[in-house]
C-alpha cells in the first residue's frame, strides 16, 4: 500500500508539472490547418491528463488507510470519502478543493491489484466534475519501482472523454509511461514521458508516439530532450524537443523535409 501512495503523489506531482511545462502562454498560436502543428495543439496533446491528475493525492491517501472491506473513510476536511470493498473502493468527491483546483464533485470507482514491485489498478470516472470539466472513462495504472536505480514508473492506459465548459470535447485513449528518477537533491532529478496515445479535439485527429523519451528537470522550466512523431489527419509530423539545452524550442519536420521551430 505505501508504494501505491507514495507512487500516487508523486504522478499527481509528474502531471502537474508536465502541465505546467507546456502550459499555453498569452501569445499561445492558435490551432494549426491540416498541414501544419501549432503550439496550441502540441499543448494539448501533452496535457490531457491534468484534469484527472487533480485527484491522484487524494486516491493515494485513501488507498493509504487501508480500510476493510464495509469500512469507510473521509478526509480532514470532508470533502470526499471512501467506502471500501474486498478489491477497492468507491470514492465520493463534494465540492473539494485540490491542488489549486476548486469543485471537484462526483464518484471514482477505484480496483487494485498489488505485487512486491509493482503494483495495479484502475479508476473509473463517472461524471466526475474538475471545476467545469467533466471527465468521462477509465484510466489503468501499472506503478514500477526500481530501488537500485532510483526510479519510479508509472504506465498509464487511459480511455478518457474531456468536456469543457463550452461544450468542447477532448477524447484520449492509449498509453503513457510517466518516470521520475531521484538525483541527489530536487535540481538533480529528472522527469520524462513515453508511450502512444490518440487525441481528437476541435474536429483533428491526433496519434502520438514517442521516438525517444521526452524528458525535463526541475532545472529547467521546458523540456530538454526527446522526440515524437504527431500523426494530425493523417499528415506525420516529428517534434524534437532538443538534446539537453535549456531553452523553449522544439524542431518540427514536415514530411517535405522542411523545418519549422515552434515556442513551447
Not at 491528463?49 to 480500510?67: I, Q, R
Not at 538534446?243 to 517535405?256: F, K, R, S
Request: include cysteine; proline fraction near 1%.
Amino acid at each position: 500500500m505505501n508504494l501505491i501512495a507514495r507512487s500516487l503523489k508523486t504522478l499527481g506531482i509528474l502531471i502537474l508539472v508536465f502541465a505546467l511545462f507546456n502550459s499555453c502562454s498569452e501569445d499561445a498560436n492558435p490551432i494549426g490547418t491540416d498541414q501544419e502543428l501549432s503550439q496550441t495543439e502540441l499543448q494539448t496533446i501533452l496535457t490531457t491528463d491534468e484534469a484527472a491528475g487533480t485527484v491522484d493525492n487524494a486516491l493515494a491517501e485513501l488507498f493509504a488507510g487501508g480500510a476493510q472491506a464495509g469500512k469507510s473513510a473521509k478526509s480532514a476536511n470532508d470533502c470526499y470519502s471512501a467506502e471500501y470493498t474486498d478489491t477497492g473502493f468507491v470514492a465520493t468527491f463534494n465540492n473539494c478543493a485540490l491542488n489549486g483546483t476548486e469543485n471537484i464533485n462526483g464518484t471514482l470507482t477505484v480496483t487494485y491489484e498489488v505485487g512486491n514491485e509493482t503494483a495495479a489498478f484502475t479508476a473509473t470516472y463517472e461524471d466526475f466534475y474538475v471545476g467545469t470539466i467533466k471527465l468521462s472513462g477509465t484510466r489503468a495504472y501499472q506503478l514500477n519501482s526500481n530501488v537500485e536505480q532510483n526510479t519510479i514508473s508509472f504506465t498509464v492506459t487511459s480511455n478518457m472523454t474531456v468536456e469543457m465548459e463550452d461544450e468542447s470535447v477532448i477524447t484520449e485513449t492509449g498509453t503513457k509511461t510517466f518516470a521520475f528518477t531521484f538525483g541527489e537533491n530536487l535540481g538533480d532529478s529528472s522527469f520524462s514521458l513515453s508511450g502512444s496515445w490518440n487525441v481528437t479535439a476541435d474536429g483533428n485527429t491526433y496519434t502520438i508516439e514517442t521516438v525517444d523519451p521526452l524528458v525535463g528537470g526541475f532545472n529547467c522550466e521546458h523540456l530538454t530532450n526527446g522526440s515524437m512523431v504527431v500523426s494530425k489527419n493523417g499528415l506525420e509530423i516529428t517534434v524534437d524537443f532538443g538534446d539537453g539545452e535549456c531553452d523553449n524550442v522544439a524542431i518540427l519536420t514536415y514530411p517535405d523535409g522542411t523545418t519549422e521551430e515552434i515556442n513551447l
